[in-house]
């Protein structure tokens, strides 16, 4: 089993920033691609970004692209997700998640572990 454990969210400015922290345990973490999602409330949980096993790759939602960055430090089993110039539609609750492959996906059904979710609001 895997377990992820999410970190980082609160409730900030438009325009401000937050970083987030996914720290996984259980298994060999650094061997798999790992994404980040958020779902807003009444609305499906969306892709947001990955990063391939070594950060070799990484992906960006369009809506995310230029604003956030992801990376990992496999030594560690964390993969952050550093959000700038944040939107209020930025405001969900952000998933990280263990892909099944070392490869970067968008399909949430190519994720097969799950952290709990950390909150982020975004205030005008």
């Known amino acids: 089993q895997v377990r992820l454990v999410e970190s980082g969210g609160g409730l900030v400015q438009a325009g401000g920033s937050l970083r987030l922290s996914c720290v996984a345990s259980?298994?060999?973490?650094?061997?798999?691609?790992v994404g980040w999602f958020r779902q807003a409330p009444g609305k499906e949980r969306e892709f947001v970004s990955a990063?391939?096993?070594?950060?070799?790759?990484?992906l960006y939602a369009n809506s995310v692209k230029g604003r956030f960055t992801i990376s990992r430090d496999n030594a560690k089993n964390t993969v952050s997700l550093q959000m700038n110039s944040l939107k209020p539609e930025d405001t969900a609750v952000y998933f990280c998640?263990?892909?099944?492959?070392?490869?970067?996906?968008?399909?949430?059904?190519?994720?097969?572990?799950w952290g709990q979710g950390t909150q982020v609001t975004v205030s005008l």
């Open positions: 998640a263990l892909g099944r492959s070392s490869s970067v996906q968008i399909a949430r059904n190519e994720y097969i572990y």
């Open positions: 259980g298994r060999t973490f650094s061997n798999y691609a």
């Open positions: 990063i391939r096993w070594n950060g070799g790759n990484t």
